[in-house]
């Protein structure tokens, strides 16, 4: 899955030829596992409550504490509940790193677990509404496919699928992009207490190209990976604003493609602002209250991400007897399952 330039994905649906019961109920068992009572929320419903999946990977990175993505979720529910009188019945949620906001594990009959993923940048860089409205755009996918008698869809977001959701969310109303395309602005406060954290004292972007495709892996200058996988313009985002006005503590070591070679390095303030500007309008209008416009602050002496750049190139320049590099002009530069998105 891609980013579009009209946004991020909202999801991705996939169906299991199987019943992924056995799956989901063990790792529900795990101890990190947390299970949540409807309560006096939903008094006539059948199921006890929902269960969230492996708590414990997420906290760590998490600006949003159990408590509050519990109250979240329930949120949802109520709202989805009260709209159309439906709630999916044994109900899972987990929070995993995916290229999609969310992910639907759509059951194969209506006794099965039902499987809501949602990103892991959700609650280390968005606030409670946009993990709600991932939350009702996946309980809309669940909805349709009961609806469709569990039979899969060649077209999951159809226009019987953006009527449900538009009855739980009305800012997707009208419009075939927002009912599939995920457009919220990154939370600058919520980044800064996340990643942010980590990345205080500076850090090291490397992207790499290859086949006309690009990995990125972010480091923290204590050497701690952070972040990695194919580089979209959502997750430059998301560090921007995280770094707030410190981007230029951190660097970007751009590889030659399909090589070790180190061909440019510069800090992530220039990068950031020469890959928006190559961007869309609409791209430009949400990466607008995160670019410094040359505003940065020299780097702190001692600490310096540019520092260590410089080591790693000589370092690179020693070991393979490449020319020292020098800064260069810019440049252009699922499931095992049946897949949805």
């Given at each position: 899955?891609?980013?579009?330039?009209?946004?991020?994905?909202?999801?991705?649906?996939?169906?299991?030829?199987?019943?992924?019961?056995?799956?989901?109920?063990?790792?529900?068992?795990?101890?990190?596992?947390?299970?949540?009572?409807?309560?006096?929320?939903?008094?006539?419903?059948?199921?006890?409550?929902?269960?969230?999946?492996?708590?414990?990977?997420?906290?760590?990175?998490?600006?949003?504490?159990?408590?509050?993505?519990?109250?979240?979720?329930?949120?949802?529910?109520?709202?989805?509940?009260?709209?159309?009188?439906?709630?999916?019945?044994?109900?899972?949620?987990?929070?995993?790193?995916?290229?999609?906001?969310?992910?639907?594990?759509?059951?194969?009959?209506?006794?099965?677990?039902?499987?809501?993923?949602?990103?892991?940048?959700?609650?280390?860089?968005?606030?409670?509404?946009?993990?709600?409205?991932?939350?009702?755009?996946?309980?809309?996918?669940?909805?349709?496919?009961?609806?469709?008698?569990?039979?899969?869809?060649?077209?999951?977001?159809?226009?019987?699928?953006?009527?449900?959701?538009?009855?739980?969310?009305?800012?997707?109303?009208?419009?075939?992009?927002?009912?599939?395309?995920?457009?919220?602005?990154?939370?600058?406060?919520?980044?800064?207490?996340?990643?942010?954290?980590?990345?205080?004292?500076?850090?090291?972007?490397?992207?790499?190209?290859?086949?006309?495709?690009?990995?990125?892996?972010?480091?923290?200058?204590?050497?701690?990976?952070?972040?990695?996988?194919?580089?979209?313009?959502?997750?430059?985002l998301e560090i921007a604003a995280a770094l707030g006005d410190r981007q230029e503590?951190?660097?970007?070591?751009?590889?030659?493609?399909?090589?070790?070679?180190?061909?440019?390095?510069?800090?992530?303030?220039?990068?950031?602002?020469?890959?928006?500007?190559?961007?869309?309008?609409?791209?430009?209008?949400?990466?607008?209250?995160?670019?410094?416009?040359?505003?940065?602050?020299?780097?702190?002496?001692?600490?310096?991400?540019?520092?260590?750049?410089?080591?790693?190139?000589?370092?690179?320049?020693?070991?393979?007897?490449?020319?020292?590099?020098?800064?260069?002009?810019?440049?252009?530069?699922?499931?095992?399952?049946?897949?949805?998105?």
């Open positions: 899955m891609t980013h579009d330039r009209h946004g991020e994905l909202w999801c991705g649906t996939c169906f299991h030829e199987t019943s992924p019961s056995a799956g989901v109920r063990s790792t529900s068992a795990a101890k990190d596992s947390i299970f949540v009572p409807y309560g006096k929320l939903f008094p006539s419903s059948k199921d006890r409550g929902f269960t969230i999946l492996r708590w414990g990977s997420t906290k760590g990175l998490s600006a949003h504490s159990l408590e509050d993505v519990e109250s979240i979720i329930l949120r949802a529910l109520a709202e989805f509940n009260s709209r159309w009188s439906y709630l999916p019945p044994n109900l899972y949620v987990s929070f995993v790193k995916m290229a999609a906001m969310g992910r639907t594990v759509l059951a194969a009959g209506p006794d099965d677990p039902h499987l809501i993923e949602l990103n892991k940048r959700l609650v280390q860089a968005y606030d409670a509404n946009s993990i709600r409205r991932v939350m009702l755009h996946e309980l809309s996918h669940c909805m349709r496919h009961q609806v469709s008698n569990f039979v899969v869809l060649d077209e999951p977001h159809d226009p019987r699928f953006c009527s449900i959701l538009e009855g739980v969310d009305p800012l997707v109303a009208g419009s075939k992009k927002k009912c599939k395309f995920f457009t919220d602005d990154v939370d600058e406060s919520v980044a800064q207490r996340t990643l942010g954290s980590k990345l205080r004292a500076g850090g090291t972007l490397k992207i790499q190209e290859s086949r006309g495709r690009r990995e990125f892996e972010l480091r923290s200058a204590a050497r701690q990976k952070l972040r990695s996988g194919p580089l979209r313009v959502q997750e430059l503590e951190v660097e970007v070591i751009l590889y030659s493609p399909g090589s070790a070679r180190v061909a440019e390095a510069l800090p992530f303030d220039r990068f950031f602002a020469r890959e928006i500007a190559k961007s869309s309008e609409k791209v430009q209008r949400m990466a607008a209250p995160f670019l410094r416009h040359g505003k940065s602050r020299r780097a702190r002496s001692g600490s310096s991400a540019r520092g260590r750049a410089t080591a790693e190139l000589r370092h690179a320049a020693k070991v393979k007897g490449a020319k020292k590099p020098h800064k260069s002009s810019p440049s252009r530069g699922k499931t095992k399952q049946r897949a949805r998105s």
